[in-house]
Every structure is written in C-alpha cells, then in structure tokens.
C-alpha cells in the first residue's frame, strides 16, 4: 500500500533546471557541428517538394540520421545519466534509425505522389514547424543556447518525424509510429512532472498527430484536400 503514496516526482532524481541545462551543454560541446542539422532540415524540406522515388528515400535516410544523432548523443550520452529510462529510449531511437535506413533502401516506392502545390505546401509548412518548434525550450529557459534542433534533440526530432512517415504505406507505418507514440507518453509525463507546461505542448501535439496518422492516407485520391 505504500506505492499510493507516491506520485511521478518521487522517480525523478532532477529538478528542470538540470533538465533544461541538458540543452545547453550539448549545443555547447557540439559547436559548430549545429549546421549539420541544418543542411539535414533544408534538404528534406526541399525533397518534399520534388516527392519522386529518390527524394523518399532521401528523406528516410536524412530521418534515420536524425534519430541515431540524437539518441546516441542527447538520450544515451547526456539524459540516460539522470534518467536510466533515456537510455533505453536512446538504443530505441537507434533501432528506429536502423529501420529507417532499411526501408529508404529496400522499400519498393511507387511514383504516385501529391500535385506539386500540395508539396510546395507540405514543404513549407514542415520548414516552418521544425524551425519554430526549437524555441518552445528557448522560451521555457529564456536561454537561446538551449535552442532544440531537429537531429539532436528527441522531441523535435519525432515530432518533424511523424509528418513524414505518412509516406510510408500504413501497412507498414504502424511500426515506425509506436516509438513516437511511446516517446510522447513517456516526455508528456516527464514534463508535466518537471512543470515545464510551454514544452509540454510538444510531446501532446505530437502524440495527437501521431494517433491520426496510423490511420491518415497520404494518397491524393483519398484525400483530396
């Protein structure tokens, strides 16, 4: 009966200030490697709009990148210390790019893709989400060194993940969409514990996009809007 008493706090050894200070010191010690995540979001967002064979399979491999960089430096290397369920989830974000890296290869893609306003649109709209969504820990902080870009930090990084996996047939998507589906429970209960409510945004939008898309069809035919 003594396990009522405790609450989610009780299993977190770290206040958010330590939290948020992961940011900090990983930005600092990967100087100026940041680029790299950013050549990676400019050249997905430009796959996007040419949505052929070549640019899917770009995309995955760019995303597969993403995921072993930031579980393997953020979640291994700098979180999993604090927090031993990181570290599982880190060898999971490796695994995920292991199958990401498998599918951009071997995946036999059709050429059936969106009109080209649509991936103009869907291009623009991901560039701007993946761009905005690193200030969430910014304003959290109120300190611009824990900006969090996409390929190092976990968050960002599924959710930027998720809009893109709906290229992948649902045949198939359901196994690329548990880790983000469980990441997302696992950062929402985290951060509403640590009480940073602006980042706790991030990991409940992206739970709810990736609900929809285990069921969302990316074919124009069935979706004409």
Not at 15 to 27: S, T
Request: proline share 6%; with cysteine; glycine share 8%.
């Amino acid at each position: 009966m003594d396990w009522y008493s405790y609450s989610l706090s009780d299993f977190l050894m770290f206040g958010p200030e330590v939290y948020l200070r992961l940011f900090v010191r990983i930005n600092q010690d990967f100087w100026p490697w940041q680029g790299i995540a950013v050549v990676m979001m400019v050249l997905i967002a430009g796959f996007l709009v040419r949505g052929d064979t070549l640019a899917k399979r770009g995309i995955l491999l760019l995303l597969a990148g993403a995921w072993g960089w930031s579980g393997a430096g953020f979640l291994i290397t700098y979180y999993g210390p604090i927090n031993s369920p990181a570290t599982w989830f880190g060898w999971a974000f490796i695994l995920q790019s292991a199958l990401l890296t498998v599918a951009a290869l071997v995946w036999p893609w059709d050429e059936g893709s969106a009109v080209p306003v649509q991936r103009w649109r869907a291009s623009a709209g991901w560039l701007v989400m993946v761009a905005l969504l690193p200030l969430l820990v910014v304003a959290q902080s109120e300190d611009w060194q824990a900006v969090a870009l996409f390929g190092i930090a976990p968050g960002v990084t599924v959710a930027a993940s998720v809009p893109c996996l709906l290229l992948l047939p649902r045949r198939v998507r359901w196994l690329f969409l548990l880790l983000p589906l469980l990441w997302s429970l696992f950062s929402a209960a985290t951060l509403w514990t640590l009480g940073t409510r602006l980042m706790f945004v991030l990991p409940v939008a992206t739970l709810a996009l990736t609900i929809i898309s285990f069921w969302f069809s990316p074919r124009p035919a069935q979706n004409r809007d």
